[in-house]
């Protein structure tokens, strides 16, 4: 199906753990992004990546990683989880329009 | 599903009657601006968008306005439904160094009330 989507959709991990959390779009945009979203701060933008083997951070990027070998998918690492990193994680891609398209959505949990 | 907020701002309206929902944006120099619907457990969903050369814009059942000179931004919503309980997010595109980025506002929580 086309779209964009996210796996898992929830997640709990142990604090220290490595954690990825996966993101596949099939339209071939460009641009993805990860955001985190957290009560009280709304949506939180934490790397980008124009294209492939291109990534940048964004306003939240500190503890983890991301790549980009294949345009098509875009996992985010959580090198180290802690609990501060409990979160509902969104990632999304754009086209050549200004258009986010959002994924369903990983509900990660730190324990 | 989610919970997207328990501190968010919240509008109840009566079905059938229009919303309001405004955003009060940082930068002025933003040119680009989108509202955000998100249901419990999905992710942000596209629902209007204006550029700044325009101070009204209209699709089915909602209108964007902007007022530059105050940096706000409305979103109303006519004869709302049960369907469009929801959070609502304005987004305003900066350019700079990185390129081209949406920042979101912190989103307004719109129950309807049947």
């Known amino acids: 199906d086309a779209g964009i989507t996210q796996s898992p959709r929830y997640k709990i991990t142990e604090t220290g753990r490595q954690v990825t959390l996966m993101c596949h779009q099939t339209?071939?945009?460009?641009?993805m992004f990860w955001y985190r979203q957290d009560l009280g701060h709304g949506l939180r933008l934490i790397y980008y990546?124009?294209?492939?083997?291109?990534?940048d951070k964004g306003e939240v990027p500190d503890g983890y990683v991301v790549s980009r070998s294949k345009t098509e998918n875009f996992p985010l690492t959580l090198e180290s989880a802690t609990r501060s990193q409990t979160s509902v994680y969104f990632c999304?891609?754009?086209?050549?329009?200004?258009?986010?398209?959002f994924g369903s959505g990983t509900r990660l949990t730190v324990v | 599903g989610e919970s997207v907020g328990l501190h968010l701002p919240t509008l109840s309206v009566q079905e059938g009657d229009n919303s309001i929902i405004n955003c009060a944006y940082s930068n002025s120099a933003s040119d680009y601006f989108i509202w955000y619907k998100q249901e419990s457990g999905k992710g942000p969903q596209f629902i209007i968008d204006?550029?700044?050369?325009?101070d009204k814009r209209q699709g089915q059942r909602v209108t964007v306005l902007l007022n530059k000179t105050v940096k706000h931004l409305s979103l109303q919503i006519a004869a709302t439904q049960p369907g469009d309980s929801a959070v609502y997010f304005c987004?305003?595109?900066?350019?700079?160094?990185?390129?081209?980025?949406?920042?979101f506002g912190g989103g307004t929580r719109l129950m309807v009330k049947p």
């Open positions: 999304a891609s754009r086209d050549r329009s200004y258009g986010y398209t």
């Open positions: 204006i550029r700044s050369n325009m």
């Open positions: 987004a305003e595109l900066s350019r700079g160094n990185a390129g081209n980025m949406l920042t």
């Open positions: 990546s124009a294209a492939a083997d291109i990534t």
């Open positions: 339209w071939s945009h460009s641009y």
